[in-house]
């Protein structure tokens, strides 16, 4: 099969790989129809996620249709249309009992915290991705579930990662009838947390980034008040000014540790295999949220030495709610509300690009060219 294959920092090609096999009876081999490339990728490609290994196919959004099942799959067969969570897990470990999805203790031996991703690295189980024309799907009858009749590809592939975090960041801001929400971050994930903001009552969507073309569709598809913060001095002192000098009601942090990552993490990455970025966005969310406020964190951390204010965050009697999203849990409510037309998923899809093509796309995604906002990889085979 084709495959995106990772082969060093700001380095991707296509290379041909085996076709997985089964090697457990509870796994299913998807023949992926569409991928997506997500803002967190980028941190693999640029080197900054620790044991990102030569050959590792990228990829943890991605809906297919099943191609083999391993022979205690039940609910599954070949043939049939699915998107699956970018969340790996078992379903009957303690924290999959209580929906920790994100937290599942068996599917991942390198980490205490996380479970298994799709195509991010061994730090989270060293599982390939969906950037190709097959993947395996441990624990297919978890997971995966067919796709809806009514729901189109692009739609169903949004599900599988940015539009559950987003909607996931909303809640985990306990988000009340009226209340004034700043959202840092107007890549996919920030796009889909306001719109989700107005879903669960938000009186007020303030978002807030640096790229023009972003800030453009915060305002046409979330319907928010927008923010250039190279525009300000101060974005934090400008957020407190547009919230009569008190601070929002909720924030929410859909930035996470950099992509780009700065100068002194590019350098400590080399030397100790941090995670790039600081968390920048998150001190701007603890000055800018109100005290007694709450602020949500979705965004992708890893390691990091830079400092956290968090005396003021205790200071100021903050809730902070954070997580990986876990997936699955957010399905039904989104399903309903995209039948319903409350969202149109896809409606941020700015690029399709051909498996072939994927390196340029990475490029293309990482340097903030054509207006790109969500880029999304078609397979040959569709």
Known sequence: MKAMTYRGPYKVRVE?????????????IVRVQRAAICGSDLHLYHGMMPDTRVGHTFGHEFIGTVHEVGSSVQNLQPGDRVMVPF???????????RGLYSNCHNVNPNATAVGGIYGYSHTCGGYDGGQAEFVRVPFADVGPIPIPDWLDDDDALMLTDALPTGYFGA???????GDTVVVFGAGPVGLYAAKSAWLMGAGR?????????????AESFAHAETYNFVE????VVEMKRATGHLGADV???AVGAEADGNLLMHVTSAKMKLQGGSPVALNWAIDSVRKGGTISVMGAYGPMFSAVKFGDAMNKGLTI????????????????????????PSDIVTHHIPLDDIAEGYHMFSSKLDDCIKPVVVMDNN
């Open 251 to 253: 924030v929410i942090d």
């Open 16 to 28: 041909e790989k085996d076709i997985p096999s089964i090697e457990h009876p509870n796994d299913a």
């Open 171 to 177: 809640q985990l801001g306990d988000i009340v009838e």
């Open 87 to 97: 969340n790996i897990f078992c379903g009957s470990c303690y924290f999959c009992a």
């Open 205 to 217: 969507v303030l978002v807030v980034d640096h790229l023009d073309y972003r800030l453009r569709k």
């Open 321 to 344: 709610n954070t997580n990986q999203c876990p997936v699955k849990r957010q399905w039904p409510r989104l399903l309903s509300h995209i039948e319903q037309g409350y969202l149109k």
């Open 232 to 235: 300000y001095d101060d974005i």
